[in-house]
C-alpha cells in the first residue's frame, strides 16, 4: 500500500460520488449509518481513516458495494494504489455483513405467513386475510428504526391514519387472538432469521 492516506482520500471522494449521485445529504447518510455528521463529513473529506464497520454501514445505506469505492489498480496505471490482499479482505468483510432489511422483505415475509400471494398485497381489496396481514407488517415495520409507516402507507397507497387505525385494531385483536398472534410472531421470526432486526421502536 503506497499511502494510507490517499486510500482516505479516493474513498471519501467516491462515497460522495455515489451520495451526490442517490440525491442524498451527508446528514441522511450519516443518520441512517448511525455515524455523527461531523465524523462523515471528515471521511468524505479524507480526514479520517478507513474505520470498516463504518464504511460497511456507509455502503449499506447508498446500496454500493465495495469495489465501487476502492482503488484498484489498471494495467496503464501503474501510480493507482494496489493492496489486492486488503481489497480481498474488504470484499469478505462486506459480505458477510447483514443486508439492510426493506419493505419488500416484510411485505415477503408477511405474505408467506399469511399465504397471500405477493402481487395481491398491494391491491385494494377489503379481504379480511389481506387486511390482518397489511395491519401485521406495520407493527413489523415500527420495529424497524430506517423504517417508517409513512414509506409503507406511500407503497400501499393508503393513508397514515387508516394504517395507524388498523394498527391498533390488530394488534388489539392479536393480544385475544393466538392464531394471529401467532403469525405476526412467525413473520418476525423469518426477518430475525435474515436480518439483525433492533426493535427499540417497536411500541
Known amino acids: 500500500m503506497r499511502s494510507k492516506g490517499r486510500i482516505n482520500n479516493f474513498v471519501g471522494h467516491r462515497l460522495r460520488e455515489i451520495r451526490v449521485a442517490k440525491k442524498m445529504t451527508s446528514q441522511e447518510v450519516a443518520r441512517r449509518a448511525g455515524i455523527a455528521p461531523g465524523s462523515y463529513s471528515c471521511l468524505e473529506n479524507g480526514w479520517y481513516k ?25 494495467a496503464d496505471q501503474s501510480n493507482v494504489i494496489d493492496d489486492s ?11 458477510s455483513q447483514p443486508r439492510e432489511i426493506t419493505l419488500d422483505d416484510v411485505y415477503e415475509a408477511v405474505c408467506q405467513v399469511f399465504e397471500i400471494p405477493k402481487d395481491q398485497f398491494q391491491s385494494q381489496s377489503r379481504w379480511s386475510r389481506l ?8 407493527i413489523l415495520v415500527k420495529g424497524v428504526p430506517h423504517l417508517s409507516l ?7 397507497g393508503c393513508s397514515i391514519s387508516s394504517m395507524s ?14 392464531v394471529l398472534a401467532a403469525k405476526i410472531e412467525k413473520a418476525r421470526q423469518i426477518l430475525r432469521n435474515e436480518f439483525a432486526i433492533d426493535e427499540r421502536k417497536a411500541s
Open 150 to 156: 409513512t414509506a409503507l402507507c406511500r407503497s400501499l
Open 50 to 74: 478507513i474505520n470498516l464497520d463504518n464504511l460497511f454501514r456507509i455502503l449499506q445505506v447508498l446500496k454500493a458495494d465495495v469495489t465501487d469505492v476502492w482503488p484498484r489498480a489498471e
Open 165 to 178: 387505525h388498523l394498527t391498533r385494531r390488530v394488534q388489539e385483536r392479536a393480544q385475544d387472538d393466538q
Open 131 to 138: 387486511t390482518e396481514a397489511r395491519g401485521a407488517a406495520a
Open 85 to 95: 490482499y486488503l481489497q480481498d479482505v474488504v470484499r469478505d468483510a462486506m459480505a
